[in-house]
């Protein structure tokens, strides 16, 4: 159908005309013996690009003056800059000293004389009373004074002070210095300022401003909205993990301390300010189950000693690193990935995998491990000895997804001892490799759509597959259900945001033998174990309206259709790439749907539940 077909049709809907009707009946049978686990709609954090730093909420970039690297030119898809590019402003009072840095390679050497030297970071949101936590590392000559402050350009010219502090007397030596501002205005074009002042020089690294509203360092709206979405379980690592060079014990401690590194995957300078501790604690705060994929490049031993820093009492070696870190308690991750996108016939991983499996059990008898790509090798070398095999599914072929999980449910059946073996898609989404517009693609009600269709599909084989991780986040070059901009910005919440919100507020844990009269939705069904509650997902890919008849079979007589809603564009304009962005951030989303005799109209290009009362 042509777009203006579409529009068309979705015109003739408005005006009254009949939509098409598909008949399904709901019966109390289970489809199969397994439950549907939460836990299916997870979610992943990777260190990659502005994931992690839209998440975080420290206002200044590049705060150890180690550069900001350009992603590889193919990320963007529309040329803008992202969080990760904001760099410090240049002008002829400062410059960057590889002499004695606090910290990394340099830091910036301000020079002042008759006049005062400068250095500002520029573009920042600030909200008016919100205390902003300023510190750093500074080292100064003697008679060297230094104020920080907040200012705004006025139209005028004329610049406007928003908050300031004078720092304490500096020391020639290295010292951290800590004041706190008060913004008397709000805006998101705020310059950060540290002014010197005298005859002499400032040497400045490891500079922070933080929001006092921060949840241990993370954006309470991003928090927020994340608890919203009720993503069960969240995946930390990825591509920086393996093949990359990301290494846990380097992100733990003092976050000044922490040295950046080069994230040559992503082609960024990664601050580090974000480690194992941090994404634990943002799992804390969001309420979710953490995963984490531990670095089969790094080693055996690396690994173990990961999980017994995340688990072990404050009496074990790094149990105790972890509580001098600030957090006393074990984390208890349950769930450990053993090396990330790794073919199961790889030699290495095949030779070591044991040895991993062994090291980080005996860190932690409880752990639940996990392979990475499986493979009938694999599951003959350890299939008996961890709990979940993860393939990755990255495409909108939802036929050869399908006969993925035929293949692993096969193996795991087949395999002697393998029996209690269940799936985790640790990754998916519908695509990973297109950039440009396709990576545009990402962001629109189609592809949430197509993420609806693909949580039908794991639904249906719940009986193998538990655990589901979408790829990814925040941000992402178009492909997570958030995107952040500076602090107090705002969260923005895409089409996929409520295509997941929608199964992860409504589903129920018995998976229903549905029967289906026509190919115009794609329905599943699922009920609650009292049988007094079904609910039946449907994706209609159509742009013009289907209703939605629904029988009951094995159900008390009462049964009915409850109450409905769906993820659609609220206009109804048939366009399957519409995305929500930040001048219209609540178009797609959803919307209540009218219920009459059992039956639902469905509009075009929309992701539904139906709650249905079955007793």
Sequence with gaps: MTLLAAVLAASAFEAGAQPARTDAIIHSQPLHAGQIDPRLFGNFIELLDDVVPGMWAELLNDRSFEGVAPAANWCYYDGSLDICDRQWDTNATWTLDTADPFNGARSARLDAGARPASLTQSGLGVKKGMGYAFSGWLRADRGVKALVRLKFLLPSGEWMTLASAELPALSPQWRKYSVKLVSSGQTDQAVFELQVQGEGSLWA?????????????????VVEAIREVRPSIIRWGGSTVDPGHYRWKNGIGDRDARVPWLNENWG???PND???????????LAGVEPLV???????????AELVEYCNGDATTAWGAKRAANGHSAPYGVKYWQVGNEINGNDARYLNQIAEFIAAMKKADAKALLMTSFPTQRLLNRVGKDIAYV????????????ERDFERIGRMIDHT???????????????????????????ATLEAALLNARYLNLMMRHSDKVKIGCRSNLA???CGAIIETGMPGSGVLKRASFYAMWLYAHHAQPVPLWLEQFSDRLDLFACGSEDKKTAVVFAVNLRPEAVELAIGFNGFGQAARVLKAEALCDTLRAGQ???????????RLRIVPLPVSSNKVSLPGLSAAAVECETN
């Design 416 to 442: 002697p001892g393998c029996g209690h073996l269940r799936i985790a898609v640790t990754e998916w989404n519908i695509d990973a490799g297109s950039w440009g517009l396709g990576r545009g693609k990402q």
């Design 390 to 401: 993860c393939p990755h599914h990255y495409t909108t072929d939802l036929a050869e997804c």
């Design 576 to 586: 399957p790439d519409l995305i929500n962005h930040w001048q219209t951030p609540n």
């Design 274 to 284: 974000v480690g194992i501790d941090e994404f634990c604690q943002f799992c804390e």
């Design 268 to 270: 960024r300078i990664d």
């Design 205 to 221: 690294d490891k500079l922070s401003l933080m929001p006092a509203d921060n949840l241990r360092g993370w954006r309470p709206d």
């Design 475 to 477: 941000n992402s070059y």
């Design 293 to 303: 994929c531990v670095s089969f490049a790094d080693g055996v031993q690396s690994a």
